[in-house]
């Protein structure tokens, strides 16, 4: 079975500039998170969809959205980018949701200049 | 807000060596309690979990010890081989309706041949 896969794996944004970030989770799994990681926040929850439909969000302002389509794949956004966003982006799947194994791809590392 | 409490940041054993993370969380509604291994340029995977009706749940070399009336959980991995060399994280699952996984800050371990 394939694993989750994100795309693109790296991304170079100036400020202000809008990007959107691709999760194809494991075949069959509806759930799929979004989290941030950076060295100095440590890993940090986004958001959950499943079954289309954002079912819990985190700390985080409106720029950060996210939807799933009904393959399950998903797509993050980030609107008005600032640099404190140059971060690894990074989104687990799992079969119903988070109470599963959360099985993580290897992230896009976004840069903001 | 940290609500997960992880420590050393870094820890250096030799080869054979039982090298121990600890984690303590302050908040009470957490019902699940994963630890992740994560190497440089991959995502994080899940190694071991615990939910807090167990003391201890052994995998493999890994053993998670769990002490709910002190709030606090770690991990010990046995034997350890210079292959184990990677950043560790704990993690703590909120229950309820807002479900989502809050994780500690990280231990970076080096076992040495």
């Known amino acids: 079975k394939a694993g989750v896969t994100q795309t693109p794996r790296y991304l170079i944004k100036t400020r202000g500039q809008q990007v959107t970030l691709s999760c194809s989770p494991i075949s069959g799994h509806r759930s799929v998170s979004w989290y941030q990681q950076t060295p100095g926040q440590g890993l940090q929850f986004l958001f959950e969809y499943f079954s289309e439909t954002q079912r819990n969000k985190g700390n985080f302002p409106g720029r950060f959205s996210g939807r799933q389509f009904s393959n399950s794949r998903s797509e993050m956004n980030v609107s008005t980018l600032e640099l404190g966003d140059s971060a690894l982006y990074l989104c687990?799947?799992?079969?119903?949701?988070?109470?599963?194994?959360?099985?993580f791809g290897d992230g896009t590392r976004l840069s903001i200049l | 807000q940290q609500q997960v409490k992880q420590s050393p940041q870094s820890l250096i054993v030799q080869k054979g060596g039982i090298p121990i993370i600890n984690c303590a969380y302050e908040?009470?509604?957490?019902?699940?309690f994963p630890w992740y291994q994560q190497f440089p340029g991959k995502g994080p995977a899940l190694l071991i979990a615990?939910?807090?009706?167990?003391s201890e749940k052994k995998e493999g070399r890994f053993t998670i010890s769990f002490n709910k009336s002190a709030k606090q959980f770690s991990l010990h991995i046995m034997d350890s081989q210079p292959g184990d060399s990677a950043t560790y994280f704990c993690?703590?699952?909120?229950?309820?309706?807002?479900?989502?996984?809050?994780f500690g800050s990280g231990t970076q371990l080096t076992v040495l041949p």
């Open positions: 687990a799947s799992s079969p119903s949701g988070v109470t599963q194994p959360q099985h």
């Open positions: 615990i939910r807090p009706d167990v």
């Open positions: 908040n009470t509604a957490f019902d699940y």
């Open positions: 993690a703590a699952l909120s229950a309820g309706s807002a479900r989502q996984l809050t």
